[in-house]
């Protein structure tokens, strides 16, 4: 079992920047690959940023290749999504999640465990 909290979002003008934190709990973080999702307003969570946890592979969902930078630090437990030249389209609720598994890191079903979310609003 892990819990993960978010936490970083909030409120910025477009082109601007924000870096999300996602810190774990339990002793086994360095075994989950580590995933970040997005939630707008009626519409379906989507992938943005998945980290491997063998080799440090990263993934990205290609409106955000380019902008958004996803790691990983084992020692401190903790998922980071720096996100730069934000668009008013990135506005959502972000969510982290862990999976065991080490393949599909961009598919929802994958991952067995969430946080509770973290908004994120971009400003024209």
């Known amino acids: 079992q892990v819990e993960l909290v978010e936490s970083g979002g909030g409120l910025v003008q477009a082109g601007g920047s924000l870096r999300l934190s996602c810190a774990a709990s339990?002793?086994?973080?360095?075994?989950?690959?580590m995933g970040w999702f997005r939630q707008a307003p009626g519409e379906e969570r989507e992938f943005v940023a998945a980290i491997s946890q063998n080799d440090g592979s990263t993934y990205y969902a290609n409106s955000v290749k380019g902008r958004f930078t996803i790691s990983r630090d084992n020692a401190k437990k903790t998922v980071y999504l720096q996100m730069n030249s934000l668009k008013p389209e990135d506005t959502a609720v972000y969510y982290c999640?862990?999976?065991?598994?080490?393949?599909?890191?961009?598919?929802?079903?994958?991952?067995?465990?969430w946080g509770q979310g973290t908004q994120v609003t971009v400003s024209s």
């Open positions: 339990g002793p086994t973080f360095s075994r989950y690959a």
């Open positions: 999640a862990a999976t065991w598994g080490y393949s599909g890191l961009g598919q929802r079903m994958r991952y067995n465990y």
